[in-house]
């Protein structure tokens, strides 16, 4: 059971015993915005209420597993960064989270960098200047770790003792902006790739200059971060480290949608364009194509010197909702079902849905089988599966060759062995976490 699971049955349990007046949810989400945070003051107000007992039984069990599978760790704000012009899309300071390492583990790190799409021009760039995904500013000021950061071995046996970063997301392009100039009229700062550098150079002077072992990695926009900062993270580390680098849901393809256009080629064009990307990709694929194409993970991952992992559901919900069937391309909605839950696509949208996986296969070929790579890649209906437990290392997590995820990153970084595996076609892996939205 996670974060998640708790949430539902908590969430579902209140509204079915309390009155709206006497229930405390909605102050608490408004104040906090903390699942955990909610589900105690809930927990609380119910120990004070008679007819509450019967469920404080229940969320004792409950609260001791959401406590035991994800922990809070607070914010730290780099104010230095500011004087080095490497800020947030507002100006603000970039920010991470940090649980230190201890034991063996105290000089390993783990570098992982926050998802969360892109903008690309000042317009959509402006939509998210005031909230948490480009401003330090509108963060909160804890983050739940689980899964890849968990800090217990039973949930995290090869990284729980390392020190654990996660680095929030607020520059709108995968940490690669680098533009001097600052418009006065709307005060945006296109610097991620100045924040990347800020963020590396503080850990370094808090301890990773003396890293035995270390990994960049990153989740979505942020598993893009870990591909194209890949070689240039090694770089920047002593060269007795052992550096590798892991993609979660990172390796996006220049795929069609429904109509056959390229949407999503023209909108990192328009990314790379408006944040003056071009000067930190790859220069061996920028001497090839166009700098819009070599943001495309399919383009330049063959050249990438360092040791890299992908894990990538085949199927990959954001991409099936924004590159295949983007709302451009379906306005009238035909698609919306099967975007929402897979189940409920019907054996047409199947066809395309089967037809999008071997796009994204045939975009992986440039990957190679060197044996210093690793592949995850299930057919499942996900986005991101290192940061949750459920899909990281539990009883019931996704499986590959019978391996889960954490025991296939531990033993490809710590050369145990191997781990190349792709999915049959879904529906046929019933071990799937598939996503359903609302």
Known sequence: MNVDDIWYKTKRLSLETQSPST????????????????????FMQSMMRDRGRWICLILVGLLSLLTTEAYEVGLTFLNSAVAKGAVCLD???????????????????????????????????????????????????????????????KYNPDFYDWNRIKVRYCDGASFTGDVEAVDPKTNLHF????????????????????????????????????????DSFRSLLPATTKVKCLADAGFFINGKTLIGTKHIEGFFADVVKTHGSAKVLSSACLAKMSPGLCFFPQNMVQYIRTPIFLINAAYDSW??????????????????????????????????LQGFRQEFL????????SLSRGLFINSCYS????????????????LLSNTTIAKAVGNWYYDRGT????????????????????
């Open 91 to 153: 100006g603000s300071a970039p920010a991470y989270h940090m649980d230190k390492g201890f034991g063996a583990g105290v000089n390993n790190w783990l570098v992982f960098f926050e998802g969360g799409g892109w903008c690309n021009n000042v317009t959509s760039c402006l939509a998210r200047r005031n909230d948490r995904l480009g401003s330090s500013r509108k963060m909160l000021t804890t983050e739940t770790f689980s899964g890849m950061f968990h800090n217990k071995a």
């Open 419 to 438: 781990f190349q595996k792709i999915d049959c076609p879904y529906p046929c892996d019933k071990t799937c976490h598939n996503r359903v939205f609302d």
């Open 191 to 230: 610097r991620g790739a100045r924040i990347f550098r800020a963020v590396i150079e503080d850990l370094l002077a808090k301890g990773m200059k003396n890293a035995k072992n270390a990994m960049l990695a990153g989740c979505s926009a942020g598993g893009l971060t870990s591909i194209l900062h890949c």
């Open 319 to 352: 991409q099936i909702k924004n590159i295949l069937a983007p709302g451009v391309a379906d306005r009238k909605g035909t698609f919306r079902s099967c975007k929402l839950d897979i189940t409920k696509c019907s054996p047409a949208q199947l066809n395309v």
């Open 362 to 369: 045939q975009a992986l070929t440039g990957f190679g089988n």
């Open 23 to 42: 229930f405390g949810f909605g102050v608490a989400l408004t104040t906090n915005n903390s699942k955990l945070t909610v589900v105690t003051k809930w």
């Open 383 to 398: 986005h991101c599966q290192t940061g949750i437990q459920e899909t990281w290392l539990r009883n019931d997590s996704p």
